[in-house]
């Protein structure tokens, strides 16, 4: 995956689209989970799922929406 900048005429908030961010352990799931929601949003507090042992939703404090999914055993 890459990003980049783009300059401040450029930009258009993302719409439609979350970026899904997979983990290999629970707790660099609560770690990652943890960093990306302060100043964000939470929509899905990290917590275990019927699918992954962790799994949440937030959008961070520049409006970008991410998942972060740990699908491995703790």
Request: glycine letters at 8%.
């Amino acid at each position: 995956m890459t990003g980049a900048d783009v300059t401040q005429e450029s930009y258009r908030k993302p719409e439609g689209v979350w970026v899904l961010l997979n983990v290999d352990s629970t707790e660099e799931a609560d770690r990652v989970f943890e960093a990306l929601a302060e100043e964000g949003t939470i929509h899905l507090a990290i917590q275990e799922t019927f699918w992954a042992p962790r799994f949440g939703m937030l959008v961070d404090q520049f409006g970008i929406p991410w998942m972060v999914n740990c699908g491995v055993s703790r």
